[in-house]
């Protein structure tokens, strides 16, 4: 079977299983997304949305955290990873946003992308999330699982991943191939022990039948 059609498949069960993939972060605005997916770099969902609700009170949009010192916002964000980083990139993001934006988040990845701490992942993750463009992003979780279970098999970064998967997924179908496969992710094929036991997409994976026929040998 083509990869083409083995990813048709495994559409087919993951529409059934998650009509309406969303993203796990909670959010109330494009500024608050991009802030909760800067934070979310290396870090869970989990404790990121233990961070922000308490980082959104004391900072509710752009021109707040713009006018923040970078102590302030390293209080609130220091039991997220890499909270030095995090906190820099967070306070110019939203000066930037401020600056040349006037405060209002971008809709083109591009532009997204001028922002301090937004990277292509990041800017593909809003601009999915937010605008429902169809882009694709590539996390650990979709990197790994893409290749594991080999519709990308031979991809050795997030880019080519991108490319592998766009290659053979229908294009108004990337934003919710993004959510499906980071939840797969997440939830079934972990990365040090895949469930593959509680998984449903076995027939048309790559990993398991390598090692069912490991098994009967
Ligand atoms: S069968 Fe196992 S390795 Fe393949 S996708 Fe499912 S959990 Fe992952």
Redesign the pocket.
């Known amino acids: 079977m083509t990869r083409k059609k083995r990813l048709e498949k495994i559409i087919e069960i993951f529409r059934t299983e998650m009509p309406s993939p969303e993203t796990e972060l909670n959010y109330g605005s494009p500024y608050q997304l991009a802030v909760a997916v800067i934070l979310s770099a290396q870090c869970t969902d989990v404790r990121v949305n233990k961070i922000t609700p308490d980082l959104f009170k004391a900072f509710p949009e752009a021109k707040d955290l713009a006018a923040a010192e970078e102590v302030e916002i390293f209080e609130y964000i220091k039991s997220c990873s890499y909270p030095n980083s995090k906190t820099k990139n967070l306070r110019n993001m939203a000066i930037k946003l401020m600056k040349d934006f006037k405060g209002v988040f971008p809709e083109d990845p591009d532009d997204m992308q001028k922002l301090p701490g937004v990277g292509r992942k990041t800017a593909h993750v809003l601009g999915s999330v937010l605008y429902g463009q169809n882009v694709l992003a590539v996390d650990t979780h979709v990197h790994r699982?893409s290749v594991?279970?080999g519709l990308t098999p031979k991809a050795k970064n997030p880019v080519q991943v991108e490319r592998g998967l766009v290659e053979i997924a229908p294009e108004d179908i990337l934003h919710h191939l993004h959510h499906w496969l980071i939840l797969?992710?997440r939830y079934?094929?972990?990365a040090r022990k895949?469930?593959?036991k509680?998984?449903?997409?076995?027939e048309y994976?790559?990993?398991?039948t390598k090692?069912q026929k490991k098994a009967t040998k």
């Open positions: 699982v594991r279970i797969h992710g079934t094929c972990k895949p469930q593959c509680q998984c449903n997409i076995t994976c790559s990993y398991f090692e």
